[in-house]
């Protein structure tokens, strides 16, 4: 029975997520909580102040183990190095408020989405739900599977058909408000918190208490000068502090408050359409995209139309994205898992900017919301700086067991000052007093402040340098890095390409290639249509916007887009994009070209396509483009010239960007409708038709930069989502691989039937590959490995698809080969988060520089993520540089190492203090004599407290230097230098007191 009571009491929430957490059960006692209540009125409130610290001890007090199903308190304890604990109440949701329709009390569920975790969580027929709210999220209690779940969000468990079926209509009245009541409201609600919260909340920092403990002591024994200008001290801190922390708290809430309250049409099913504010939104809802900019409130699938959306906000590129409707397939896969990685092209995110919506033949553009609150994308990344990830920073520990230190020295000071004392026979009062004031003479209470200040004159300097930071704690920890990942589009080479030359390919064989700048423009033909429309450029407000790369290229064939236009095609009139010849393009027989279709690009699919149409004709074309080895395998291969790798690998290994074109004419039945074709089936047999040459310049600060950190011994890593060679090439012309040294590809590949998964090593010159079976590979690899650590000649470069496979079948190699590895390519975002995750168990301290684009996880799970770009995607980012370059990198390591070189002095010469003065104290206790009020003022305020505000303002070394300053505060070096100072220290006051006693 216990072990069952056990296993009821305890279940994981978000389990293998990021915020993972462990419930316990518990039931609060009358009796034990009279006891608490006794406890705190006869320790006058200190046992509160204890529980309130420890919120742990106050269930354990107040409170007995119980199953989860009959707990009114569940202990929360994350599943980190912390074990943090909180306290949350159990709260009960009373939907029999509502006017239900009948029979809503027997078997029939209350929401027709039976996949619902409402239906499970209501207690018939009182229909009451339990629920608790952790960081801002709601979760109620499933009585099917006994555990909690997160509500305000679609089931996952969904369907392409049953989101289509299920919410394609909308939802009933009685549904919302039902969900309205469960899910609460659509808002993202940052409140601004009152001063004396804040105030309060500072004021019981242990720190603190200690303080107002010493100085309640001192007051009493007169020292009133002292004691004033230490408050007058620890009110400012404590203002500014709080100032700050408003200012924050602020500028949170005016961020987010705008997209709380948006205009939308919603669609239900009894009512039609109604205009709603978007704070009623629930899951399941259907709203309308009428065309007109909307600012998305909240997580949507697109279930009709297609639309443009501006996802700055979440990538921190402002480039247009075109979003589609999600497919009509009968494929019983969770949605998400049919689309595979690539499920975003198809959902629209909170925070982000609807600029265009296309309705489709059916009607205007409708989306179904999949999230709400703080659920949404957006809600998230709130919730990540509203709640950031504990620093596990060796030198907050180590801070923190020297003062447990010295607090042991001070206890010892307590009990020789009691024997003093009551030896010479004095009243108990007096004992007490002197026994109190040596104890609190050897704990300095300025140590957690003076470790902050060298912080904030770094983060002072850094703000002039136009490097911005929301996490000062980390400053101290770039003092530390000594390894950083770059991106490379946008971060080390210029954001922009340039389009260099067009490589035509016509009867399997590649012609003279055509360069730009050219006298003379591009002649049409296959290859100019696929410029001319293959691409998902919008024109807004009279300005043609879009991806770079589509842009160079369009640019290129001298063509024109019109601003909006309505095609006939064979099945009626369709919203289409019509691109026409310029005044500059060469001749072309065709008046134009109306672009009906888009599929659209994906990092995961690494392509794009689009059905387009000549005016005036009846024939329909295909064109594609993406990542020319995943283009030529959708072509034919009789039209794939013989030599297609050789020419991609002469273009890639000099730095160049290369994209591949097909096109194909479709055959189509006279009254298809082409939004409805089958992306597998129209991307098929394809003609090769040639390779387009982009060019990709290094930023003038790179190179600079990635020698001053190699001559300061950190290491450079490239994360990209670009192609291996061309990222290989940037590498070695960014000098991050030396000219002498050996580049070594890993080729890792899944299991395939009976064939084991193995790895292949080749060197990138071309020599030849030597391919090692699983069995083999350690034995085999070994001595390849290990060639030297890291001063090794040989760097290692893979593709985010090896990496993978290396994650999950070689694991035991990873180490061996990060170790050595310089470039990973086509990455994609989890996987440079991960790569991020792996280098730091490998004991790196990681920095990661990136643009923003899609480095985003990766620059929240690094030590110091650094990004370049001004976008609010740079709040999930620790540290933002105003200059989009990498100099930001170096000057943040200097400023680092300043600030922690600055914070072991610090405390180094504020623990000196402390003892000296300790010792001091205690030689003249044992002549039942005490410094005087002045000296205390003068050794307190003019000695410490002026060197020590002062210490920190040394700006930081211009230069890097090849190591890096000491990381622990309990080292060897520094503990030496503390005792043999303060046994010098010990040696001196005593023969100085032992002369004085002589003296007549």
Request: aromatic share 8%; with cysteine; proline share 5%.
């Amino acid at each position: 029975m216990e072990e069952k009571i056990w296993k009821d009491h305890y279940v994981l929430l978000n389990k293998d997520e990021e915020n993972e957490l462990e419930a316990f059960g518990y039931k609060t006692q009358c009796c034990r909580k009279a006891l608490c209540i006794a406890g705190y009125i006869l320790s006058c409130g200190a046992l509160l102040l204890l529980f309130y610290w420890k919120p742990e001890w106050d269930v354990w007090a107040n409170c007995v183990p119980c199953s989860l199903e009959e707990a009114d308190v569940i202990l929360l304890r994350t599943t980190d190095e912390f074990q943090k604990y909180t306290r949350k109440k159990v709260t009960w949701i009373d939907l029999s408020t509502l006017t239900l329709p009948t029979g809503s009390n027997s078997e029939y569920p209350l929401v027709a989405d039976k996949d619902s975790v409402i239906n499970r969580a209501i207690m018939k027929p009182q229909l009451k739900m339990r629920c608790i709210q952790v960081q801002k999220i709601r979760y109620i209690w499933d009585f099917s599977v006994k555990e909690f779940r997160k509500v305000g969000s679609l089931e996952d468990s969904n369907t392409c058909h049953s989101i289509h079926h299920k919410f394609g209509a909308g939802l009933t009245g009685e549904e919302r408000k039902i969900s309205q009541l469960v899910c609460g409201p659509n808002a993202i609600e940052v409140e601004i918190r009152p001063i004396w919260k804040l105030l309060f909340k500072e004021i019981l920092n242990p720190f603190y208490v200690f303080q107002a403990f010493t100085l309640t002591l001192w007051l009493s024994q007169g020292y009133i000068e002292y004691s004033v200008a230490i408050i007058v001290l620890s009110v400012i801190s404590v203002g500014l502090t709080v100032y700050d922390l408003r200012q924050q708290s602020t500028k949170l809430h005016d961020l987010v408050e705008e997209h709380n309250k948006v205009q939308v049409t919603v669609c239900t099913k009894n009512e039609g359409f109604k205009e709603l504010e978007s704070h009623y939104l629930v899951p399941g809802d259907v709203f309308l995209l009428d065309g007109k900019k909307l600012s998305l409130p909240c997580d949507a699938v697109l279930i009709d139309g297609s639309c443009i959306v501006n996802e700055g906000m979440l990538t921190g590129e402002s480039i247009p994205v075109m979003k589609t409707l999600l497919p009509f397939t009968e494929s019983p896969e969770p949605w998400k898992t049919h689309s595979m990685e690539d499920y975003r092209r198809h959902v629209l995110f909170c925070g982000t900017e609807v600029i265009q919506a296309k309705s489709s033949g059916r009607g205007p553009a409708r989306a179904v919301v999949l999230q709400t609150g703080f659920n949404t994308a957006k809600g998230d990344l709130v919730r990540s700086i509203l709640y950031p990830r504990p620093l596990n920073f060796q030198l907050y520990r180590d801070a923190f067991k020297f003062i447990v230190g010295l607090s042991a020295i001070g206890v010892l000071g307590l009990i020789y000052t009691v024997c003093v004392f009551t030896y010479h026979k004095k009243p108990v009062a007096d004992v007490v007093a002197m026994a109190l004031l040596l104890l609190t003479a050897a704990v300095p209470p300025a140590i957690p402040a003076a470790l902050t200040t060298g912080t904030v004159y770094a983060q002072r300097r850094l703000k002039k340098k136009k490097i911005f930071c929301i996490t000062p704690q980390r400053i101290n920890i770039c003092g530390q890095i000594n390894l950083v990942c770059f991106d490379k589009t946008g971060t080390l080479t210029e954001d922009g390409l340039d389009l260099w030359g067009i490589l035509p390919s016509e009867g399997s064989r590649f012609q003279k290639i055509h360069k730009f700048p050219s006298s003379t423009p591009l002649p049409w033909g296959p290859v100019c249509g696929a410029m001319a429309s293959c691409h998902s450029l919008v024109v807004l407000d009279k300005k043609i916007q879009g991806d770079p790369l589509d842009l160079k290229m369009f640019e290129g064939t001298h063509w024109e887009i019109e601003e909006s236009s309505t095609a006939r095609d064979r099945a009626g009139a369709t919203d289409a994009c019509i691109v026409r010849p310029g005044p500059n393009a060469s001749s072309a027989p065709v008046e134009g070209i109306a672009i009906l279709h888009q599929f659209p690009f994906s990092s995961g699919l690494q392509r794009m396509s689009v059905v387009s149409q000549k005016i005036g004709e009846e024939q329909y074309d295909l064109y594609m483009k993406g990542a020319p080895e995943t283009v030529s395998s959708f072509c034919r291969q009789e039209t794939v010239p013989s030599d297609f790798l050789e020419e991609l690998k002469t273009y890639t290994s000099q730095g160049f960007r290369v994209i591949a074109l097909a096109h194909k004419v479709l055959s189509l039945p006279e009254d298809v409708d082409v939004s409805d074709l089958e992306r597998e089936e129209a991307e098929s047999g394809l003609e090769f038709l040639g390779l387009l040459v982009m060019e990709n310049r290094l930023k003038p600060e790179t190179k600079p930069v990635l020698r001053e950190l190699a001559a300061a011994r950190i290491r450079s890593i490239m994360v990209t989502g670009d192609n291996l060679q061309t990222a290989v090439t940037v590498a070695r012309n960014a000098d991050m691989i030396h000219e002498a040294s050996k580049v070594i590809i890993v080729e890792a590949s899944e299991p395939e039937g009976s064939t084991p998964a193995s790895i292949a090593w080749r060197l990138a010159e071309g020599s030849k590959a030597s391919a090692a079976a699983p069995t083999e590979v350690c034995a085999n690899t070994q001595e390849k490995i290990t060639l030297g650590g890291e001063s090794s000649n040989y760097h290692f470069a893979m593709n985010g698809k090896s990496y993978q496979v290396l994650v999950k079948h070689f694991y035991s190699l990873l180490p061996k080969i990060l170790l050595n590895a310089t470039v990973f390519a086509r990455m994609s975002p989890s996987q440079k988060s991960s790569l991020v995750e792996e280098l730091q168990k490998l004991d790196y301290y990681v920095g990661m520089c990136g643009d923003g684009a899609n480095d985003c996880g990766a620059l929240k799970m690094a030590h110091a993520g650094i990004s370049l770009s001004e976008q609010e995607a740079s709040v999930a980012s620790p540290f933002t540089s105003q200059i989009p370059n990498i100099q930001c990198v170096p000057e943040l390591i200097r400023e680092g190492r300043a600030a922690l070189v600055a914070s072991f002095a610090v405390v180094k010469y504020l623990t000196l203090y402390g003892l000296i003065q300790f010792v001091g104290t205690a030689l003249l206790f044992w002549q039942l004599q005490i410094f005087g009020n002045y000296q205390y003022l003068i050794q307190d305020m003019v000695i410490t407290l002026l060197v020590c505000l002062t210490m920190s303002l040394t700006e930081a070394y211009p230069k890097l230097a090849p190591y890096r300053p000491p990381g622990q505060l309990i080292s060897p070096p520094l503990l030496l230098s503390v005792i043999l100072n303060v046994c010098f220290t010990i040696a001196m006051q005593t023969c100085g007191f032992l002369l004085v006693k002589k003296q007549p």
